[in-house]
Nanobody, 126 residues
Framework: QVQLVESGGGLVQAGDSLRLSCAAS????????AAWFRQAPGKDREFVAG????????DYSDSVKGRFTVTRDNAKNMLYLQMNNVKPDDTAVYYC???????????????????WGQGIQVTVFL
């Protein structure tokens, strides 16, 4: 069982940077794949970035590739999303998620994740 809590969201100007953090409870987090999803008002939850259990495998949506970087620190049970050059379209509630599908690569579907944080708002203004 893993519990996830996001932090670091807020209001940011377009072109600036922001780092989201996700604190995981439980010693098994280091064995879980993890990802960031986001959901804007009126839209479906979408995959943003994911990372394998040992950090050796990452994947990004086309909309954030080259701007966002996902990392993890298993010694600290932490997941991060560094967001650079943010855009108004990045405005959404961001969620961290985890699954125990080790060996299957980074999964892109929200239904493939068993554990979710409560979400944190990121608002980008011009």
């Amino acid at each position: 069982q893993v519990q996830l809590v996001e932090s670091g969201g807020g209001l940011v100007q377009a072109g600036d940077s922001l780092r989201l953090s996700c604190a995981a409870s439980g010693s098994t987090f280091r064995m879980y794949n993890a990802a960031w999803f986001r959901q804007a008002p009126g839209k479906d939850r979408e995959f943003v970035a994911g990372i394998g259990w040992n950090g050796g495998d990452t994947d990004y949506s086309d909309s954030v590739k080259g701007r966002f970087t996902v990392t993890r620190d298993n010694a600290k049970n932490m997941l991060y999303l560094q967001m650079n050059n943010v855009k108004p379209d990045d405005t959404a509630v961001y969620y961290c998620a985890a699954n125990d599908l080790r060996g299957f690569g980074v999964r892109l579907g929200a239904h493939e994740y068993d554990y979710w944080g409560q979400g944190i708002q990121v608002t980008v203004f011009l």
